[in-house]
């Protein structure tokens, strides 16, 4: 069965170091997310992706962060400045619109700012 | 604005049924849906339901709307150890691609 994959499974960093998460969607999904969850709290919603531009992002999606396909099968996360409040796990998603809403999870990246 | 609740925790006894609640202020959702996380995995998509319905049966799993009340169920018959994990509900609103998630309920099961 098709997943999302995400890389790495744990990154760790300095306060200040630019970090990018990767992610492989499923491969005939048109619409890429990414989420995060700060330890104890809720899965919350940065950005979704379609045809190359971003399609809506959350108050969380500061200039800090951008997404970027690179080619046809990567989907990146970049954070720019990382603060120690960046530090959570973020996960992918992606999904095919026309099956209706269907979004699939890869299993996360931990990411830790000290 | 759209938010999700649900209890944190949940104990059953292997072999019952478990039923995992939620409840939401948004009546504009669209689909409502049910997530599984197990520990170190990624989020498991596990059913959803077209929010004009009232019921969705997959299996061992039943999905239960209230709209009235706002007030989602997920019901797993015969619950088995491997069903130990954490229960999130989350919900799309009409018009956006976000999921909007709860606090997640931890189901533990009891031998």
């Known amino acids: 069965e098709p997943e999302v994959t995400q890389t790495p499974s744990h990154q760790v960093t300095q306060m200040g170091q630019e970090v990018i998460l990767r992610c492989v969607p499923i491969?005939?999904?048109?619409?890429f997310y990414w989420y995060r969850q700060i330890l104890g709290q809720k899965v919350e919603f940065l950005v979704s992706?379609?045809?190359?531009?971003?399609?809506?992002k959350s108050e969380i999606f500061d200039d800090q962060f951008s997404v970027e396909r690179p080619d046809g099968s990567n989907f990146t996360l970049k954070i720019r400045s990382t603060k120690l409040e960046d530090s959570a796990m973020y996960f992918c998603?992606?999904?095919?619109?026309?099956?209706?809403?269907?979004?699939?999870f890869g299993p996360g990246t931990r990411l830790t700012v000290t | 604005g759209e938010d999700v609740e649900q209890s944190l925790f949940l104990s059953v006894r292997e072999g019952d049924s478990s039923v995992i609640n939620c409840t939401y202020t948004?009546?504009?959702?669209?689909?409502l849906y049910w997530y599984k996380q197990e520990p170190g995995a990624g989020l498991q998509l596990l059913t959803y339901?077209?929010?004009?319905?009232d019921m969705k049966q997959d299996q061992r799993l039943t999905v239960l709307l209230n709209k009235k009340d706002k007030h989602l169920s997920l019901r797993i018959a015969d619950t088995q150890t491997g069903d130990s994990a954490i229960y999130f509900c989350?919900?799309?609103?009409?018009?956006?691609?976000?999921?909007?998630f709860g606090t997640g309920t931890r189901l533990t099961i009891i031998p």
């Open positions: 992706f379609y045809n190359n531009e971003i399609s809506e």
């Open positions: 339901i077209f929010s004009n319905m």
């Open positions: 998603a992606s999904s095919e619109l026309t099956s209706g809403y269907e979004q699939y």
């Open positions: 948004d009546s504009s959702s669209t689909y």
């Open positions: 491969s005939n999904h048109l619409y």
């Open positions: 989350a919900e799309i609103l009409f018009g956006n691609e976000k999921l909007t």
